[in-house]
């Protein structure tokens, strides 16, 4: 699978939503991933720091 990310006015997304489900796309929001980080850093009982929260946001948002 390749990762796209589409930029389109919100009266349009649920077009789109549909028309993806209908193709077997997935479709995520750019904070998802992230929130899910955070989430099973959580659930694992992890401690994470400002730099680690940082880098899981650069590494998704801006691929660095």
Known sequence: ???VVLKMPTNDVALVMQ??????WIIESRRNPVARFIEACSRNN?????????????AVR???
């Open 1 to 3: 699978m390749e990762d």
């Open 19 to 24: 028309f993806a489900s209908r193709m077997g």
């Open 62 to 64: 801006y691929n660095k």
């Open 46 to 58: 992890a401690v994470l720091t400002d730099e680690e929260i940082q880098a899981e946001v650069n």
